[in-house]
């Protein structure tokens, strides 16, 4: 006998700066599914956040005026399991997990607790380093600290040299990034980034490799074969979703295997400690000379995504297909995952219905 299809609950858009590469994402998601295991359920957030009805989320989906402002958050009637296709903050930064823990529906992905941690870059850098992960060096200029005074803060920034990328704390996809040659563009860079977040991160650039590696907490965990961003210059907006200046190398070629078991190791090990479940992709950067006091060869945990992109050209299913996990085992893997960490309780919730 065939098991009646799960009523899944895609959600997508948001007010975040990521909207529209959320929007992208959960195309990919929502073609992927199989409809024969999953009842979709398209839940659209607006831009000025908020929920839209089930026709109004499917011309938002497809790029249409969605017709209508939306209103307080709501599912669908009998939404069995969310699966969260948003980025950036009122999306992969805890609220929403924390609403629906609340509620005591099944969320794919990591908890609030997983997803604050791992979208706030200080507070990753912070957990990861103090167990003795190797982190980049940064600066943090508060917007309240800035408003008082800029002397201080540029000297601390520029104590790293240059260049150096300054970036907004709870920002994805590179928006609101700069890199920066000299103190003189230091100071428009930190406005810049100040518009996105009230707190900054400065970083020296690490010259060398850009290394993702993909992780999968579903039947069992499991760490991806490091994929390589290779291009020009670096790895902004503009690359990563607007042309083609960036070639994606999966998996990454001529990296000797015990930097490939490094990389598997801390990946493993951050996805643990940043207390994620379901999905992650770790960021590395890999120096390729001698800086300083630093070795060629070093590895660097740049950055953690709870939820990776899921576009036709991101690294994280590149990475699974390339080790025979097709996008909809995925899913697949994905959902059932939050169907076991999160059982709802015996307690029915007042979940509002749309």
Same mark, same amino acid.
């Given at each position: @006998?065939?098991?009646?299809?799960?009523?899944?609950?895609?959600?997508?858009?948001?007010?975040?700066?990521?909207?529209?590469?959320?929007? +992208? /994402?959960? +195309?990919?998601? $929502?073609?992927? !599914?199989?409809?024969?295991?999953?009842?979709?359920?398209?839940?659209?957030?607006?831009?000025?956040?908020?929920?839209?009805?089930?026709?109004?989320?499917?011309?938002?989906?497809?790029?249409?005026?969605?017709?209508?402002?939306?209103?307080?958050?709501?599912?669908?009637?009998?939404?069995?399991? $969310?699966?969260?296709?948003?980025?950036?903050?009122?999306?992969?930064?805890?609220?929403?997990?924390?609403?629906?823990?609340?509620?005591?529906?099944?969320?794919?992905?990591?908890?609030?607790?997983?997803?604050?941690? /791992?979208?706030?870059?200080?507070?990753?850098?912070?957990?990861?380093?103090?167990?003795? !992960?190797?982190?980049?060096?940064?600066?943090? &200029?508060?917007? +309240?600290?800035?408003? %008082?005074?800029?002397?201080?803060?540029?000297?601390?920034?520029?104590?790293?040299?240059?260049?150096?990328?300054?970036?907004?704390?709870?920002?994805?996809?590179?928006?609101?990034?700069?890199?920066?040659?000299?103190?003189?563009?230091?100071?428009?860079?930190?406005?810049?980034?100040?518009?996105?977040?009230?707190?900054?991160?400065?970083?020296?650039?690490?010259?060398?490799?850009?290394?993702?590696?993909?992780?999968?907490?579903?039947?069992? !965990?499991?760490?991806?074969?490091?994929?390589?961003?290779?291009?020009?210059?670096?790895?902004?907006?503009?690359? %990563?979703?607007?042309?083609?200046?960036?070639?994606?190398?999966?998996?990454?070629?001529?990296?000797?295997?015990?930097?490939?078991?490094?990389?598997?190791?801390?990946?493993?090990?951050?996805?643990? !400690?940043?207390? @994620?479940?379901? @999905?992650?992709?770790?960021?590395?950067?890999?120096?390729? %000379?001698? $800086?300083?006091?630093?070795?060629?060869?070093?590895?660097?945990?740049?950055?953690?995504?709870?939820?990776?992109?899921?576009?036709?050209?991101?690294?994280?299913?590149?990475?699974?297909?390339?080790?025979?996990?097709?996008?909809?085992?995925?899913?697949?893997?994905?959902?059932?995952?939050?169907? +076991?960490?999160?059982?709802?309780?015996?307690?029915?919730?007042?979940?509002?219905? &749309?």
């Amino acid at each position: @006998m065939t098991s009646p299809a799960l009523p899944l609950a895609v959600l997508f858009g948001g007010p975040s700066e990521e909207h529209e590469i959320s929007l +992208r /994402s959960a +195309r990919t998601v $929502v073609e992927a !599914l199989n409809p024969a295991r999953y009842e979709v359920r398209l839940v659209g957030i607006a831009r000025d956040g908020g929920w839209l009805g089930p026709e109004a989320s499917w011309r938002l989906l497809h790029g249409e005026d969605p017709g209508e402002t939306g209103g307080p958050p709501a599912l669908p009637e009998d939404t069995a399991c $969310v699966f969260p296709v948003l980025h950036g903050p009122f999306g992969e930064d805890g609220r929403v997990q924390g609403w629906l823990e609340l509620l005591g529906v099944p969320c794919v992905g990591s908890s609030s607790v997983g997803s604050q941690l /791992s979208i706030d870059k200080v507070l990753t850098k912070l957990v990861l380093r103090g167990n003795g !992960l190797p982190v980049i060096n940064w600066s943090e &200029v508060d917007a +309240r600290a800035w408003d %008082k005074g800029r002397i201080g803060a540029l000297q601390e920034a520029a104590r790293h040299g240059f260049p150096v990328f300054v970036k907004p704390n709870r920002l994805g996809s590179s928006v609101g990034i700069s890199r920066v040659e000299s103190v003189q563009e230091l100071e428009e860079a930190i406005e810049a980034a100040l518009c996105h977040d009230e707190l900054v991160v400065i970083e020296p650039e690490i010259p060398g490799r850009e290394i993702e590696v993909a992780v999968l907490d579903g039947e069992t !965990l499991r760490v991806s074969e490091p994929g390589e961003i290779v291009l020009e210059g670096w790895y902004d907006y503009a690359a %990563k979703y607007e042309n083609d200046s960036a070639e994606l190398k999966a998996p990454a070629e001529g990296l000797h295997p015990a930097t490939v078991a490094r990389l598997k190791q801390l990946s493993e090990r951050a996805f643990r !400690l940043l207390r @994620m479940q379901g @999905m992650a992709r770790v960021d590395f950067r890999i120096l390729d %000379k001698q $800086v300083g006091y630093e070795s060629a060869g070093r590895v660097y945990i740049n950055e953690v995504n709870a939820i990776p992109g899921f576009t036709s050209i991101s690294m994280y299913p590149r990475l699974f297909d390339l080790a025979g996990i097709g996008l909809p085992h995925l899913l697949d893997e994905l959902v059932q995952s939050a169907l +076991r960490a999160n059982a709802p309780t015996s307690v029915e919730p007042a979940i509002a219905r &749309v």
